[in-house]
Nanobody
């Protein structure tokens, strides 16, 4: 059975950094596209960063230059390095993995992903 488990969330002051991890079992990252999403109370789930099967990356405009998505195949883990954090980054963060190859991928579309982690809370205070 496939399981994705996020960790690394917590509380940090504005301008600080956090590194989120998503460890997979029963699934191999790089087989299909993967991504990080976030959701704040009362708001829709938002795509933060995506990584393709070729290692290419995509980012939401709101996090470009501050966040970096990567994967360590040896550890079978997906990461999100978050720097220069802002209060508006406060949300539950989820990792997601696809189970289908898309010839025309839409990385920020939640319906393209079939496996999801339970989420890890990130709170940024000013």
């Amino acid at each position: 059975q496939v399981q994705l488990v996020e960790s690394g969330g917590g509380s940090v002051q504005a301008g600080g950094s956090l590194r989120l991890s998503c460890a997979a079992s029963g699934y191999t990252f790089s087989t299909y596209q993967a991504a990080w999403f976030r959701q704040a109370p009362g708001k829709e789930r938002e795509g933060v960063a995506g990584i393709g099967t070729d290692g290419s990356t995509s980012y939401a405009d709101s996090v470009k230059g501050r966040f970096t998505i990567s994967q360590d195949n040896a550890r079978n883990t997906l990461y999100l390095q978050m720097n220069s954090l802002k209060p508006e980054d406060t949300a539950m963060y989820f990792c997601a993995a696809a189970t289908v190859y898309y010839s025309r991928p839409m990385w920020s579309l939640p319906t393209q992903y079939n496996y999801w982690g339970q989420g890890t809370q990130v709170t940024v205070s000013s």
